[in-house]
């Protein structure tokens, strides 16, 4: 279906065109596609464009949503996706409804396992066992964080490599580092990024610089093998980083995924660059005189687009499209399981 390399292959189409929605023209070797102009302090202002995850998103799964059809009619399959649940975490609670919500939607056979917050790690396995036997499931997912008694490595790596739809086994980290995408799975939140920074510069970033905030193996990781995938001169950056606003100032491409609110600001970022914000920060703010609890990136998104070319939003730009993600790892799963693909 997809490589991750450039256009989704999977035949899934939006308005006839190829799931990958591909800018007007690739963007990426010699310039970005902004500007000219001046920065923030300059004489000359800029407002970047921002980046609609939430309406790529839902493109994207209405072209899941027909392969999905197609799928059922043509070879009798269903995309089955298994979510388990371990406790009551209210956050992890919303999170699973939505992916099973999203799932139905998209005509998936959608099944949620939600057991006690003290059920034994040898429980557990033996449910993911049982799922990775099943063959009306394509893709398994557990909700993490998982309650301290249990090792999230053990339980990760238990999931079957080919029904580990969110591209965190060892197998799919180790096929995505060594640039074999064509039957891994690609962690979602990062396959979305991608997508996105596509319709910006196209998909190959040759001569481009990237600085990824952020090194953990959820997002900062694959993101940074992704970009490199398409040729872009990837740097790692993390808390130990010395000179961090400099380092992002080379940065033609910037994924901040750090858990900081606002913590990017507008004389970190080079004119015109593509600034994707990875963050989820719930924060107090005083809004209309009261204060109220809000949700903020880890980009200061106003001061920002007084500078970059193009800005995620949060919420409404990398969040939407992680979801949709899943169910596209699902379905390719479901597909590659019927030897359709890969
Ligand atoms: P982790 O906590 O696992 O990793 C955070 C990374 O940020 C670490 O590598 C850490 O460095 C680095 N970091 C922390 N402080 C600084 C600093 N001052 N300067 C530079 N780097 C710093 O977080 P995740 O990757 O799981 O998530 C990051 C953010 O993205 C969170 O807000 C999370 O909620 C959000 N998120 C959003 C998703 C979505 O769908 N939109 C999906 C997943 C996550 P070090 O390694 O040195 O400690």
Redesign the pocket.
């Known amino acids: 279906m997809a490589d991750y390399r450039g256009e989704c292959h999977c035949g899934a189409r939006s308005n006839g065109r190829p799931l990958r929605v591909s800018p007007s023209s690739n963007m990426g070797a010699e310039a970005l596609p902004y500007g000219p102009f001046f920065s923030t302090h300059g004489s000359i202002s800029m407002s970047a464009k921002r980046i609609d995850g939430k309406a790529k998103a839902e493109q994207l799964a209405e072209s899941i949503t027909e392969q999905t059809a197609a799928l059922l009619a043509d070879h009798g399959i269903k995309p089955g996706l298994a979510v388990v649940i371990i406790g009551e975490d209210p956050a992890s609670q919303v999170y699973v409804r939505n992916k099973k919500r999203r799932a139905e939607a998209c005509g998936f056979h959608s099944v949620q396992h939600t057991i006690a917050k003290d059920t034994s790690q040898e429980d557990v396995l033996k449910l993911i066992d049982e799922l990775n036997s099943d063959d009306a499931i394509h893709g398994i997912l557990v909700q993490l964080p998982l309650p301290d008694h249990l090792d999230e490595q053990t339980i990760t790596q238990a999931i079957s490599p080919s029904k580990d739809v969110d591209g965190f086994h060892f197998v799919n980290i180790g096929k995505l580092t060594a640039g074999h995408t064509a039957d891994a799975f690609v962690p979602c939140?990062p396959a979305g990024c991608i997508l996105m920074i596509e319709d910006e510069l196209g998909s190959d970033f040759s001569s481009l610089n990237a600085v990824v905030?952020?090194?953990?193996n959820?997002?900062?990781k694959p993101m940074g093998a992704l970009l490199l995938q398409r040729n872009a001169t990837v740097t790692m950056?993390?808390?130990?980083?010395k000179d961090?606003p400099g380092v992002v100032r080379n940065a033609d491409i910037v994924i901040a995924?750090?858990?900081?609110p606002d913590?990017v600001k507008a004389d970190w970022v080079k004119p015109g660059a593509v600034v994707i914000d990875?963050?989820?920060?719930r924060v107090e703010k005083e809004i209309d005189g009261e204060m109220k609890s809000k949700l903020t990136g880890?980009v200061d998104y106003d001061d920002v687009c007084t500078v970059a070319g193009a800005v995620t939003p949060v919420p409404g730009g990398?969040?939407p499209m992680?979801i949709t993600m899943l169910m596209f790892n699902t379905l390719r799963s479901a597909r590659l399981s019927a030897g359709l693909e890969g």
């Open positions: 939140t905030i952020g090194r953990s959820i997002v900062g950056t993390h808390s130990r980083t961090l995924a750090v858990g900081r913590m990875v963050g989820i920060n880890d990398v969040g992680t």
